[in-house]
């Protein structure tokens, strides 16, 4: 990991706000919402993915982690059962965040105010842009609740391209637009090597998770994980699948590392926080996978052959 690791000093804060932020539409009455909370401190995966930015931003950044956390939980669990299962419950989500339509449901009412915040903090485009990218989360994970009742195995650029949806990291960076005190040009936001550092940034991230889940996703039978993809388009090991995946996610940081090198002489201060905020998701996910409780107990469950 080339990158400093560092954690927002405004992180007990945030903390204490995504519990209440919780509480306040219910979701942790619901079953087994309060222990995954616990074990997945959300807070602290925003403390190490977002450092630089002010508390009230650090906020938003952790009751989002928060409800895709809930919101993943869900779907994974209806979608296992059945893939239509999910239509009400994702059909909710595009409407509020397309149409502005009202929730019907806790988790509705939940994305709603989670809306209402960032338009609050956001420009109107940083906003659109946050929505947009919030829908593709969204139809994400129908896709995965697809591949996951397929009959036949998925090839590791099958798994990548679901998994980069499911990652539901693209969703916050138009948060660190917002951080900066200036808006970053659309020039910026819309160069050809900015758009590939936004998708390599958020690959890197979200399969060094993957690492770390490989083994418990394994024993559940889960298919959409960059390791697991490995180990059944290469029929090894899931030791030698890991190994393969530390080389793609290794390959995917110095490809970064040399856009970003390229293009950091010619981004204005805005542009350069902006991309700043990516390399934040890439250090943060290797940071908290490593000490969240989430992942504690993943050397003590055996790996199938």
């Known amino acids: 990991m080339p990158f400093p690791f560092r954690r927002n ?12 932020w919780l509480r306040t539409w219910g979701l942790t009455d619901e079953p087994g919402v309060a ?15 977002s450092p630089a930015v002010d508390s009230g931003l650090l906020q938003i950044v952790a009751n989002q982690i928060a409800y ?33 339509r009202p929730p019907r449901t806790l988790l509705g009412a939940a994305l ?17 842009r946050w929505a947009w990218q919030s829908r593709e989360y969204v139809h994400g994970l129908l896709y995965e609740a697809v ?3 397929q009959p036949y195995l998925l090839r590791t650029r099958d798994c990548t391209a679901i998994r980069s949806l499911t990652a539901g990291v693209e969703p916050f960076y138009p948060l660190y637009e917002a951080a900066q005190p200036r808006e970053p040009a659309p020039a910026e936001l819309h160069h050809p090597v900015v758009r590939r550092l936004s998708r390599l940034s958020a690959d890197a991230a979200v399969w060094t998770a993957d ?5 418990k996703e394994q024993q559940a039978g889960e298919m959409i994980n960059l390791a697991l993809a490995h180990q059944r388009e290469h029929q090894c090991s899931l030791q030698a699948a890991v190994l393969l995946a530390i080389q793609e996610i290794n390959a995917t940081i110095e490809e970064f590392q040399k856009l970003h090198a390229e293009i950091e002489p010619d981004l204005s201060p805005a542009g350069a926080g902006y991309v700043q905020g990516m390399i934040g998701w890439i250090q943060g996910c290797y940071q908290w996978s490593r000490t969240v409780p989430r992942y504690a107990d993943v050397t003590t469950v055996p790996a199938v052959p």
């Open 35 to 49: 222990a995954m909370i616990s074990r997945t401190r959300p807070a602290e995966l925003a403390s190490c993915t």
């Open 9 to 20: 000093p405004h992180e007990s804060v945030a903390a204490a706000g995504v519990d209440a």
């Open 211 to 215: 690492l770390f889940s490989a083994v």
């Open 147 to 149: 591949a996951q009742s």
């Open 112 to 128: 709603a105010d989670l809306h209402r915040q960032v338009r609050e903090r956001c420009t109107p485009a940083q906003a659109a």
């Open 68 to 100: 895709q956390f809930v919101f993943d939980d869900r779907a994974e669990e209806i979608g296992r059962n059945s893939p239509g299962g999910l239509l009400p419950m994702l059909c909710e989500g595009i409407a509020i965040l397309r149409d502005g």
